[in-house]
């Protein structure tokens, strides 16, 4: 992406706003107005030479073609000027010959007026979703490129034609160079437009899913296909249920089951829930055959159950290991798992009877060689998987807990909830996230 | 699996969860989605909600006159109005579940900022005019406890403006909810008040009409409420919200169309009511105690304390998911910040927009001598002339293939939409020119 030799830094005050040029006359180059200026037509995904800034493509104009108004297009060459303002405002056109067809779209050619301005980006410098006032054409050597986007109140005075009103209330423009901009190409119709949301795929989980809540699913679709499988599950983990299988919902169904694997099995299981049936079988046997279980165990609890809320992520350990041996052997299911809160300790190999738990406190002060039994505390807290949500969450409150065992009637572990599934039992709504939608404001 | 290969070192054994996973696996899943009713109704949301603050203040009035002043004369403008509610309340949620966006994001997107803006000022407007009906409403239900407006009003209106920056509204929108069921009183009293069935069937299916500025006031003010802009452009917020989409619309066009019928059968049982009682003695309604009177073959002497009851819940479920969702509205559309836990300086728009509604609505109610029935029918008229500019943006967008493919609108839903729009345009004219042009020359309709 970067051109080191010839790199591109636009001058954006020898830059025109799109918005001023829309609708303006465009003469031939006797000076004679033979159409109007509809569009503007720029090309992306052209190589490295412009810099990453699409180069201007041609122009779509309405004029007269045998006596009828026709949107045709006129190729970048063919421009001799464009003169945002002055009473020769407008294009003016050389004398090259023009075909006069009518214009079709093409793959990768973006229309700012259709395709950009009054849509929604991506700002990546401030990762906020914002919505495209005007548009920048501005010159390198002999050519134009689409160099910036204006997303202020001061675009937004301009193209009412007020703005003597603007000034008062202080309205600015607001100036997103075009590297520092991502958008969508479900806002582009009736063509492809490719897009590799790479700079927007560089951002972490969170900032993802704060822009994907603001944003319709299908445009959050959009980003998050761009994504790799992992960032992609942290991505939708963060995102309320409902948006997470909307998204789902217009993956392919191969790139869903990829994605549902890296994501936690709780998480994954109230996605799954939430999809409707057939689509929720055709990922599950997608799905890897061990995960793809795990989320079928989970199924099988209420959801607002304990057994509903907690995963089946946790770390189970026999309790004649010795301690000097447990992060070796344990090393594998640590890189797995973001969080691992206590041991379980189990009675004995390939049982998954639980008779006591080790804190990572304990592991790290104890006495290299004394087996888990001497450092476990056997008389711990547990949920039994029908408990209500409530009760586990308080139980982990009360106790001042970072995790509470599942165990069912025989005794057996079978998940672990967790504090932050705590956490979300209890929390009021407003506060999981700032940026709420209109029905979260009531 | 794994555990097998382990065994060989014997002090440390590793079990990671469960043992093999085909062992435990027990269909059926419980918690998988199913289809059936209890999704239907599990779906009864938005549609219902929007539905019921459209029973607001404003819209018992105005079924109230209409019955009072017309008897059944005008129960066909509601088999009507239903059919093009449902229509509307429909195309909302499908624009919302196709494209996944509010309708002021779309009228942006599709029009661009001077339409947006002439979009938004009419919706403005319109909001403005019922938020001020929703303090009335407020004022008028407090009055009939005895507690003047000028006392009750700004406290009420500084309360629900802390409940809905500062406070859970949500919690608080449930009370008002379930004061306002208090209107289902009306199909019984429908009943008890013994209307004659003949004279209500024959006024539904059989129109009447009369070129008479009073009788298409009311006809317009009839369909201004029922029929409210801002009832579409939140049902397709809360479809947007709601995470509905192409793939599970159908359950929001249940709900869509059960919210219309069942808000239009209470209206009408409004109508029946007030034809019944009010209409054979003559009784016009002009404040809220004769609206009341409609209920006292349900209630006797306590239909004054039942009516205000529901008067009061009705009209605070409206008053504060209006301002909000407007101000939300018009930050969608333009760009700006907006949410209730943005400060002034972070989200000065939007705050200052609710803000204002809220407090212009009180302020207006809060006048002294107001004649509260015509006021309320008025915002209603003027609801019922502005319908059409947002009917038209919403018909443009939801037959664009472009952006709703193949939901776009069918045949039929045009049919039913597009007259909807020009009749209205039609009926606001000629009340404009009754009204305002023909006096000017000595012309009077009717009266």
New interface residues.
Partial sequence: MEAKPEQFKPNLASASYVSLLLGKPVRDAQGATIARLRDIVVRLNVGAGAGGYPPLHGLVVRGDVDDEQVNFFVPSSAIAALLPEGEQAGVNLSSEELSRKPFVRREDEMLLAKDL????VIDLANRKV??V?DALIGPHGSHFHLVAVE?G?GG?FR??HAETLGRAFHARDEILDWQQVDFFAS?A??VKLNLSHARTAQMDPVELADLLEEV?????AEIISALDDETAAETLEEL?T??Q??IM??LEAERAADILEEMSPDEA?DL??????GR??NLLNLMD??E???V??L?????HTAG?MMT???????Q???VR??VP??RA?LEQFYEVYYLYV?E???S?KLVGIVTMRDLLLAAPDL?LSEVMERDFEYAKPDDSERDAARKIADYNLLALPVLDARGNI??NVTVDDALEVFM???WRR????????? | MK?EE??K?T?????????P??A????P???????GMWLYLAALGPGLISSFAGDEASGITTYSSVGAQYGYDLLWVMLIATLSLMVMQEMAARAGAI????FADLV??QF???WT?FAMLVMVIANAGITIAEFVGIGAALELFGVPRFISLPIVAFILWWL?TKG???VV?RIFLLMSTVFLAYFVAMFLAKPDWGAVARGTFIPSFRADPAYIYLLIATIGTTLTPYMQVYEQ??V????V?A??YKLSRFDAYAGAVFANLIAAAIIICTAATLHPIGKLVTNMNDAALALAPVAGEYAKNLFAVGLFGASMLAA??LP??TA?SVCEA???EK???YSFREAPVFNSLFTALIVIGAAVAIIPGLPIAPLLIATQVLNGMLMPVILIFMLMLINNK??MGKYANTRVQNIIAWPTAIVIILLTIFLLISTLIFPLFGINFGQ
């Fill in positions: 301005i009054d849509k929604r914002e919505r006032n997303v109140s937004l193209r009412l806002g119709s009736g319709s699913y299908k445009e959050g309320p409902s948006r299988s909307d919902a217009l299981t799954i829930a939430d999809l409707d049936e929720a079988e055959a061990d793809a279980g795990e079928r165990d199924l099988e609890y209420g959801e509903g089946t992520d946790y770390i189970t350990v026999p004649q290991t010795l041996a447990v052997t344990i299911e189990v004995s190999a390939g998954e087996p079978v998940g009021p709504g407003k700032r940026r709420g939608s209109l029905r979260e404001e009531l | 555990l382990e065994k070192d002090t440390i054994e590793v079990g990671v969860n469960a043992a996973v085909q435990r696996r027990r269909l899943l419980p918690r998988l989605r199913r289809g494209t996944g966006k509010g942006r997107e661009g900022v001077r803006a809905l859970n509204y949500r929108e917020s809360s947007v919200d709601k995470g989409t793939e599970d504060g998911v909000i969702a939300y333009f760009g700006f949410g209730v836990s472009e952006i």
